[in-house]
């Protein structure tokens, strides 16, 4: 039966509507993480407890970025000294920052001393096996994170996780390289995929009508949903433009509430539809999961009020919106997941 073609495609697609945009949010998180709590290191002797250059040596090797590594790192924490021209006395980089800052003006610095410590060095990449493995047999992606961490230095900032502390936004995540080379074509993939998956779902009911006299059911979830899935391609592309204008910072918050208006309208107007027709539909889905759904998109509801109310009449902190952020669109996937789970086949 077409119907059994349809309902394939469809538990296809809400699966995939799920897994892509999951991937492409955390990937960019997972990135962002990465290259805000490790560092790249001039090529030193790491190994070595005791490692001395002269001021030409390691002026040479720190000079430019690009000959930095990740992968060459200490793994052990360590102090830095300088010993002058006119002694042989190590100076502290820490206690005498301004000192050495007057004295490589001078010409006057002789050498640099580095001392290894017994502490291990949370920014070297050694100290993350699994991330140390990939990258060092894998040369090309040392090369990619060395490219996004010299052109965005100060993009970066370590966190823990903003899904519980609320450290970043999403745009932050994904609005660098080469993260936007993920979130763009990823969130773009995923509004196509939404755009089948509302199709496949008014297929199904246009088939149900005329197999089960399913008369007056409402196509409005299809129109709410293909207008979501324009906003969200909208917003992907829009992300990381740089244009320093207020209208369109305006702009780029309107698209962001319109997507998430049509999508939870969507979402409500399907269920609903669900719930009405159960009976002549029971053969096709799971009744439990139904009743799950409709749990789920009440609590959708319930929350996106609150959180209008929240945003409309207080001033959260940056954190909470975060936080707001990251657990709202999860949760909002969600309902494809259950999408796949409802339908039955054959």
């Not at 899904?163 to 745009?171: D, L, Q, R, W």
């Not at 979130?183 to 993939?189: Q, S, T, V």
Request: glycine share 2%; with cysteine.
């Amino acid at each position: 039966m077409k119907i059994q073609e349809d309902i394939k495609k469809l538990k296809k697609y809400a699966l995939l509507s799920f897994i892509i945009p999951i991937f492409a949010l955390n990937a960019c998180l997972l990135l962002y993480k990465l290259l805000g709590n490790i560092d790249n290191y001039p090529q030193y002797d790491w190994d070595q407890k005791r490692i001395e250059y002269s001021v030409n040596d390691y002026l040479e090797l720190e000079k430019d970025y690009k000959k930095f590594t990740f992968t060459k790192c200490p793994k052990y924490n360590y102090q830095v000294y300088f010993t002058s021209t006119g002694s042989n006395q190590e100076i502290s980089e820490i206690a005498n920052r301004d000192l050495i800052n007057d004295l490589l003006k001078e010409n006057k610095i002789k050498t640099k001393i580095i001392y290894s410590e017994k502490t291990k060095n949370k920014s070297c990449l050694k100290n993350y096996p699994i991330v140390y493995f990939i990258i060092k047999n894998v040369s090309v992606l040392e090369d990619i994170l060395l490219v996004a961490r010299g052109e965005n230095n100060s993009g970066f900032s370590k966190i823990i996780n903003p899904y519980f502390y609320g450290e970043v936004s999403i745009s932050r995540t994904a609005r660098y390289f080469p993260a936007t080379y993920i979130f763009k074509p990823f969130i773009i993939l995923s509004a196509i995929f939404l755009f089948l998956y509302w199709k496949s779902n008014l297929n199904i009911f246009k088939q149900l009508k005329n197999s089960k006299n399913l008369e007056n059911f409402s196509n409005y979830f299809f129109y709410f949903g293909i207008l979501s899935c324009i906003f969200l391609i909208f917003h992907a592309s829009f992300l990381g433009l740089d244009i320093d204008s207020k209208l369109f910072g305006k702009i780029r918050k309107l698209i962001i509430i319109l997507f998430i208006f049509f999508e939870v309208a969507a979402q409500v107007s399907l269920t609903k539809n669900l719930f009405k027709f159960r009976e002549l539909l029971k053969q096709n889905i799971n009744l439990l999961i139904l009743k799950i759904k409709m749990v789920f998109i009440t609590t959708v509801i319930i929350l996106t009020l609150i959180s209008l109310i929240i945003l409309s009449f207080s001033d959260p902190s940056s954190e909470f919106k975060y936080i707001l952020e990251w657990n709202y669109f999860a949760l909002l996937l969600l309902y494809y997941f259950l999408s796949r789970l409802l339908w039955k086949t054959k």
